[in-house]
C-alpha cells in the first residue's frame, strides 16, 4: 500500500511541475518536488531506499518530460544513495539537516545532468548565471517548510515502518 502511494505522490509532483509549478518559476529555477521526496525518503531510510525511489522518479520522470531515457534516472539514484549515506549520521530533528541536504542534492542532481546531457548532445544549453544557486536555494526553502510533515508522517505517520533494508 505504501509503495502504491508512493507512486501516486510521484505522479501528482511531476503533473504539479509540468503544470502549476511553472508559475512559480523564479529566474527559471522553479520547485523540484520528486526531488524533495528523494532526499527526503534518503535521510529517513538510507541510501537503499533514497536509491530505489530515485530510480522510481528518475524513470517516470524520463518517461513524461525527458528527452534521454535513463538519464534522471541514473543521476536521482546516484543523488538518494549520496544522500542516504548519512542517515545513521543525521540528527533529523534538525532543520538544518533537510536545508543542507536539499541544498547539497540540487547542486548535485543539476551538475551530474548538465554534464551527462553534454556527454549525449552536441548541443547543450547551459543555464545561465545565478541558476543552480537560486534551484538550491528554492528547494531548500520548500523543504524547511514542507519537512514538518514528512517528519511526521515517517516516524508516525504512513511512512512510519517503511524501510527496504
Same mark, same amino acid.
Not at 507512486?7 to 505522479?11: H, M
Not at 553534454?118 to 544549453?125: H, I, P
Given at each position: 500500500m505504501r509503495v502504491i502511494l508512493l507512486?501516486?505522490?510521484?505522479?501528482v509532483s511531476i503533473?504539479?511541475?509540468?503544470s502549476l509549478l511553472n508559475y512559480l518559476a523564479?529566474?527559471?529555477a522553479k520547485p523540484d518536488i520528486l526531488l524533495l521526496i528523494i532526499v527526503f525518503m534518503a535521510i529517513f531510510y538510507g541510501s537503499k531506499t533514497g536509491t530505489y525511489i530515485g530510480v522510481i522518479y528518475g524513470l517516470m520522470e524520463d518517461l513524461v518530460i525527458g528527452r534521454y531515457i535513463g538519464l534522471n534516472a541514473l543521476v536521482r539514484a546516484f543523488t538518494g544513495y549520496l544522500i542516504g549515506l548519512g542517515e545513521k549520521k543525521f540528527y533529523k530533528d534538525n532543520l538544518?539537516?533537510? &536545508?543542507?541536504? =536539499?541544498f547539497l542534492a540540487t547542486v548535485v542532481n543539476e551538475t551530474l545532468c548538465l554534464l551527462l546531457r553534454?556527454?549525449?548532445?552536441?548541443?547543450?544549453?547551459f543555464p545561465g548565471g545565478y541558476y543552480l544557486l537560486g534551484q538550491a536555494l528554492y528547494n531548500s &526553502?520548500?523543504? =524547511?517548510i514542507?519537512?514538518?510533515k514528512f517528519y511526521a508522517s515517517a516516524t508516525r505517520g504512513w511512512l512510519k515502518g517503511l524501510n527496504t533494508k
Open positions: 507512486i501516486v505522490l510521484g505522479v503533473v504539479l511541475e509540468t523564479v529566474f527559471g538544518l539537516v533537510p &536545508f543542507v541536504a =536539499l553534454s556527454l549525449v548532445s552536441a548541443r547543450v544549453e &526553502f520548500l523543504g =524547511l514542507l519537512y514538518g
